[in-house]
């Protein structure tokens, strides 16, 4: 059973950054798509960031494009997600979340994903 632990969180001001990781157990992670989503209070599940099994292809939600990173490292059954320039309203609960179908495509559909973490709060203060 594959099972994802987010970390990384925590309180930020505006335009600092923060890096979330999530490490995920289990053989499959190096030939999965993973993603990191995010919900904050009051709002749906919103995708941020999708990484291909290889470390490619990247998909970037356009409110964070050009402040975000997606990256991974297999190695160590980890995906990264870079956060530069925060703004207030990337305060959410984020994600990790993984594909089950090996080399299957990364998606920005949350309904692709079959493994999920339990969220890291990121809280950013002017």
């Known amino acids: 059973q594959v099972r994802l632990v987010e970390s990384g969180g925590g309180l930020v001001q505006t335009g600092g950054s923060l890096r979330l990781s999530c490490v995920a157990s289990g053989r499959t992670f190096s030939s999965s798509a993973m993603a990191w989503f995010r919900q904050a209070p009051g709002k749906e599940r919103e995708f941020v960031a999708s990484?291909?099994?290889?470390?490619?292809?990247?998909k970037y939600e356009d409110s964070v494009k050009g402040r975000v990173t997606i990256s991974r490292d297999n190695p160590k059954n980890t995906v990264y997600l870079q956060m530069n320039n925060l703004k207030r309203e990337d305060t959410a609960v984020y994600f990790c979340?993984?594909?089950?179908?090996?080399?299957?495509?990364?998606?920005?559909?949350?309904?692709?994903?079959?493994?999920w973490g339990q969220g890291t709060q990121v809280t950013v203060s002017s």
């Open positions: 979340a993984g594909r089950r179908d090996s080399y299957a495509a990364p998606s920005a559909n949350s309904g692709a994903y079959d493994h």
């Open positions: 990484i291909g099994a290889s470390g490619g292809p990247t």
